[in-house]
């Protein structure tokens, strides 16, 4: 099992900056990838960025050159800079995390809000 806390987000206005921190505790040494993930209003959640256990990255076109995913294995805490902040990065953000057993192995966040103000 693998749980994840987060923490960060709030209020920003539109060019400001806001980082995210996801904590896992449980059978960290089993993820394989962690992630963000975003569901604005009347939208489907989408993926924000991920990071593999590799060092690979992976960012949604929409948040490329502005959001940074990165990790402290120390802390076992992955995290995601926001920086010049958009209205339509509103949205709550999730982090997710997954572990490749015989299969893959999904696990949430508690979701945190964000909200950018014009």
């Known amino acids: 099992q693998v749980q994840l806390v987060q923490s960060g987000g709030g209020l920003v206005q539109s060019g400001g900056s806001l980082r995210l921190s996801c904590t896992a505790s449980?059978?960290?040494?089993?993820?394989?990838?962690m992630a963000w993930y975003r569901q604005r209003p009347g939208k489907q959640r989408e993926l924000v960025a991920a990071l593999t256990r590799t060092g690979r990255t992976n960012y949604a076109a929409s948040v490329k050159g502005r959001f940074t995913i990165s990790r402290d294995n120390a802390k076992n805490t992955v995290y995601l800079q926001m920086n010049s902040l958009k209205p339509e990065d509103t949205a709550v953000y999730y982090c997710k995390a997954v572990r490749i057993l015989l299969t893959p192995i999904v696990y949430w966040g508690q979701g945190t809000q964000v909200t950018v103000s014009s």
């Open positions: 449980g059978s960290v040494s089993t993820i394989y990838a």
